[in-house]
């Protein structure tokens, strides 16, 4: 193993103790017994948590699954063939495990996905970029989910700025920033890091086999997004439900909890739960961090911090079972090298 890379290992078993220290401190300090407590109360009726993520899952399946058939499937008289829809939702729960599990920002996963799309007969710079596309619509969507959440929490708390006044910045942010993002797909984001990557690296050799690849998929997504906006539109869309199928994770939790909230307050506690987990994108998991966030969260809507660390351990447990089941997708398929490579990078 090179020092870098075991530089790199012994860099993320620290966060990961960080981390792990940081879940037990919260753990304490909402009561252990608070939190067994609010377990109890489930019973039977714990398995329930997954079904709305489920929904979340099959819903985000669906945006990738337009693109793919509708978009990259190339010339008429020689498609690509498409995976099932089944086999689609396992191509990406093995990619968000990857994810999951390596500080990669939450990119690691994409190229696994295309990679398990190229073993299936998908063209890996169609697959890609059927990935990039549906990524794009996912972190597009999410933004305007956490500003719509942020805009609902402030009329319940009853701020001094103006709802209106944030709607208005905010929606001007959110369009910029998807004019920056599909922008820089459109003026062709790889053949410029390619070239990039050959006069910092100087491994032109290395390189040059990558070239013909970086120019499809630059081409495959300028094409995109000229010519298929109304595609586009509807992977956001279904991206979008995909984030509100999220909400009622939060209100079916709360609500065997013994906790009732209604649907907004469920709204705004999973928007301001993802940017939470985003604050930690270089720890594995968020573990701890999106912990501490939720604890945050729950009080400052007065649902107290036992119920958020017995909330957030429902979820890890939810979590897992996704992350159990994309292990044994990559397992399937050999695909564990590919997850220590971007867990390494």
Known sequence: ?????????????????????LFGLLVYGAGPAGVFQAFRQLGWLTPLIVLPYLASYILDT???????????RGPADAPSPVPSFLRLF????????????????YFGGE???????????VPLARGLASVLVSKTALMLTQGV????????????WRTAVPTWAAGGIGAALALLVAAAVIGIQRYGLFTLLLNLSRRLSGRESLLARWEAEAIALDGLLRDFYGKRPGAFLVCCGLHFLGWLAGCFEVLLALRLLGAPVDFPAAFSIEALSSVAKLAALVVPGSLGVQEGGQVVIFVTFG????????????????????????LMVLLQHRGLPRMREAAGK
């Open 62 to 72: 669906l945006g990738w699954w337009w693109v793919l058939s509708r978009c990259f």
């Open 303 to 326: 649902l107290g911090a036992p119920l958020a660390m017995t909330f957030s351990l429902l979820r890890r447990g939810r979590e897992l079972l996704w992350v159990g089941f994309g």
């Open 111 to 121: 190229p696994v996905k295309a990679w398990l799309l190229d073993r299936r007969g």
């Open 90 to 105: 396992a191509i990406r729960a093995a990619g968000e495990t990857v994810n999951a599990v390596t500080p990669t920002a």
């Open 145 to 156: 989910f956490v500003l719509l959440g942020v805009l609902v929490a402030m009329g319940r």
């Open 1 to 21: 193993m090179s020092a870098a890379l075991l530089s790199g290992v012994r860099g993320q078993l620290l966060v990961v103790i960080v981390g792990l220290g």
